[in-house]
Nanobody, 124 residues
């Protein structure tokens, strides 16, 4: 039984920081593509940061230089460190995983496993 448990969201002011965690069970994060997605009200889901197969990291242009994705294979957990947060970062954030894909799709379609979202709200 695969579970992805996302946590760490909250309410912060502009310029603040949050660290999201995605604890996985039933899969090995080192053998899956892993992605952090977000979806704001009225907007499409988008890929924020990801680990591709082989460990390559990719960020959406909107978060480059501000967000850092990392992982602890021993803890089977993926993190998303978010700094210099802006109101436009407000969204429900999800972690997702897939064993067969080489790279996570930007809209998340087809990713096999999803965690429940964690709300990130950035006040202006």
């Amino acid at each position: 039984h695969v579970q992805l448990q996302a946590s760490g969201g909250g309410l912060v002011q502009t310029g603040g920081s949050l660290r999201l965690s995605c604890a996985a069970s039933g899969i090995s994060i080192s053998r899956n593509v892993m992605g952090w997605y977000r979806q704001a009200p009225g907007k499409q889901r988008e890929l924020v940061a990801s680990f591709r197969i082989g460990g390559q990291i990719k960020y959406d242009d909107s978060v480059k230089g501000r967000f850092t994705i990392s992982r602890d294979n021993a803890k089977n957990t993926v993190y998303l460190e978010m700094n210099s947060l802006k109101p436009e970062d407000t969204a429900v954030h999800y972690c997702a995983a897939d064993r067969l894909m080489m790279t996570p799709p930007t809209d998340g379609r087809g990713m096999a496993y999803w965690g429940k979202g964690t709300q990130v709200t950035v006040s202006s």
